[in-house]
Nanobody, 120 residues
Framework: QVRLVESGGGLVQAGGSLRLSCAAS????????MDWYRQAPGKQRELVAT???????NYADSVKGRFAISAGNTKNTWHLHMNSLKPEDTAVYFC??????????????WGQGTQVTVSS
C-alpha cells in the first residue's frame, strides 16, 4: 500500500506563487507516474500535470507556462510549482500516483487534497 500526503496549499493573491508537495510512504517496487489533479467547486476533477518515472512531463493547456511539476530529491516526493496564479486556479489539489507493488498489482493512489485559493 501507498499513502500520499499533500502539503503547501493556502491563500495567495493573483499573480503570486505556491509550491505544492506530495510525499509517498509505504511499500512499492516503483512509482510509475506522479500527477496533480484539481477540483473546483461544482466542477469535475481535472488533470493539471503529470510526470513519469523517466521525467517526461505533460500539462493541461490552462496551466502551461505557469505551472511546473518536478520530482523531489528523494524518489518518494514530487512538487507542483505554481506561478502567475489566477483566481480560476482556485481548487482542491490532489496528488495521485500509479505504483507497482511487490505482488505485481498496479493500483492508483490519491492524496487527501490541499486547498489552493487565489484572491483577485
Amino acid at each position: 500500500q501507498v499513502r500520499l500526503v499533500e502539503s503547501g496549499g493556502g491563500l495567495v493573491q493573483a499573480g503570486g506563487s505556491l509550491r505544492l508537495s506530495c510525499a509517498a510512504s509505504g511499500n512499492w517496487v516503483s512509482i510509475n507516474t506522479m500527477d496533480w489533479y484539481r477540483q473546483a467547486p461544482g466542477k469535475q476533477r481535472e488533470l493539471v500535470a503529470t510526470i513519469s518515472s523517466g521525467g517526461i512531463t505533460n500539462y493541461a493547456d490552462s496551466v502551461k507556462g505557469r505551472f511546473a511539476i518536478s520530482a523531489g530529491n528523494t524518489k518518494n516526493t514530487w512538487h507542483l510549482h505554481m506561478n502567475s496564479l489566477k483566481p480560476e486556479d482556485t481548487a482542491v489539489y490532489f496528488c495521485r500516483c500509479t505504483a507497482t507493488l511487490y505482488d505485481y498489482q498496479r493500483p492508483i493512489y490519491w492524496g487527501q487534497g490541499t486547498q489552493v485559493t487565489v484572491s483577485s
